[in-house]
């Protein structure tokens, strides 16, 4: 799967991820603990499109959602820890051409 978003900064550019490069990215930026909108904003996806790699995230327990007194936040798990150690190792091996 190739999604292809616009640029915020440039509206004329368009930049294709791989679903293995969204999920990577989101799987980082919730590392240390992030709310679903940190990371949604982070990834620059809509919010249709967050919702699936979310859900898809959290069935795969690569992502977890601990639930504080106030709002959610979502952390990375020891499995999504190994997705991303794999995931730049084969980065590293390609020479980051993928």
């Known amino acids: 799967m190739v999604i292809t978003y616009v640029n915020p900064v440039n509206r004329g550019s368009r930049k294709r ?36 790699y979310l859900s898809f995230l959290l069935e795969t327990e690569l992502l977890k959602e601990s639930d504080n007194s106030i709002e959610n936040i979502y952390k990375t798990t020891g499995k999504g820890i190994k997705y991303l150690k794999c995931y730049y190792e084969i980065r590293n091996l390609l020479g980051n051409r993928v």
């Not at 990577?24 to 919702?51: P, V, W, Y």
Request: charged share 20%; glycine share 2%; aromatic share 8%.
């Open 17 to 52: 991820r791989h679903m293995y490069d969204i999920i990577a990215e989101m799987l980082d930026n919730a590392m240390n603990g992030r709310l679903k909108t940190q990371i949604m904003s982070s990834t620059n996806l809509s919010f249709a499109l967050f919702e699936k």
